[in-house]
């Protein structure tokens, strides 16, 4: 029940209540810059998937003693999410917090005595892909489909090699979002803000600790997460190349520059879609253990992710010729 029916059914009640909730106080996100939408929408709707997922690893017992460390990530990142949705918070308050937040997850995942270097990986990794997630929620619909194709896929590998807690972690998070995505796609009722990009945020960064803690392929653990990180990286690199500034909103993703160029949500949502799957897939050979197969898998993960990072260049290129 746990990991079939009740996260589905709470994140639906929950998100529907938070829509008439953030109606009636007037919560929306008004367009700026880095938008790419026309008209205020209510923001913080993710406060709905949160409250669905965190009472699910409170109850359910396929978590275990990793639970305490799922709980502080996913309670933890939601609650500072919304404040930055509510009241808003300085950059230097808010990277403090996420990095402190990261510690103790850290150390609760890892049973509490980490090597030096696997904490400071780890809390770097956490907060990082927080970050890209957050910044990565800019379209109807994309970040249900990472938490989607990222659960399900974990959902296979811990349920083919035995491992219930990870199989678990992986359909839980992966209902929670199928039952937001209702309100957030075709066309978005109301977005996620910062509580819900958090909370998937954290509880995909925790995962990926779990799996790999518990001995699974790296491959088989990050290769969905692999686009979000690559989009996030490419971009800040290419910014800090140019010497921008590097912290402003933009709109400098590569799904963002194929939603200007013309694509529609929908379209770049089912690119995305796609790519993330494709890279789930090569990354579930690698649980045969086979050096070759391993090899070649992790290679087309890099080109399946090259592909999708060069995409908007071709689009702007054949919009230029045809002016």
Not at 145 to 158: E, N
Not at 206 to 229: C, D, S
Request: hydrophobic fraction near 55%; proline fraction near 6%; charged fraction near 10%.
């Amino acid at each position: 029940m746990e990991t079939t029916l009740l996260p589905l059914v709470l994140s639906l009640l929950a998100s529907a209540l938070a829509l008439s909730v953030l109606r009636a106080l007037s919560v929306v996100d008004v367009p700026n810059e880095r938008s790419l939408h026309r008209f205020p929408v209510p923001r913080g709707g993710g406060v709905g998937p949160a409250l669905a997922g965190t009472v699910t690893a409170a109850v359910s017992p396929a978590f275990g003693a990793l639970r305490p460390g799922l709980l502080v990530a996913l309670a933890g990142f939601a609650l500072l999410g919304l404040a930055e949705d509510l009241r808003g918070l300085t950059v230097a308050t808010r990277l403090v917090l996420q990095f402190l937040l990261g510690v103790v997850a850290m150390l609760l995942l890892s049973g509490g005595d980490p090597a030096p270097w696997a904490l400071v990986v780890g809390v770097f990794w956490i907060v990082g892909y927080v970050n890209a997630f957050n910044f990565m929620d800019g379209i109807d619909g994309i970040s249900a489909v990472q938490a989607v194709v990222a659960g399900s896929t974990w959902a296979w590998a811990g349920w083919s090699s035995g491992d219930a807690g990870f199989s678990a972690a992986g359909a839980v998070v992966a209902l929670v979002a199928l039952g937001f995505l209702p309100f957030n796609f075709p066309r978005a009722r109301m977005f996620l803000g910062d509580v819900g990009s958090y909370f998937f945020g954290a509880w995909l960064a925790a995962g990926a600790v779990w799996g790999i803690w518990a001995g699974f392929a790296p491959e088989a653990v990050l290769a969905p997460l692999a686009l979000y990180a690559a989009d996030t990286g490419a971009t800040l690199v290419r910014r800090i190349q140019r010497h921008e500034p590097w912290l402003r909103p933009h709109r400098d993703h590569a799904y963002q520059r194929l939603v200007a160029a013309g694509a529609s949500h929908a379209r770049v949502d089912l690119l995305v879609l796609v790519v993330m799957a494709g890279c789930s897939l090569l990354g579930l050979v690698s649980l045969s253990g086979t050096p070759g197969p391993r090899l070649a898998a992790a290679a087309g993960i890099g080109l399946l992710v090259a592909w999708y990072l060069a995409t908007p260049r071709f689009v702007e290129s054949q919009l230029a010729r045809q002016e």
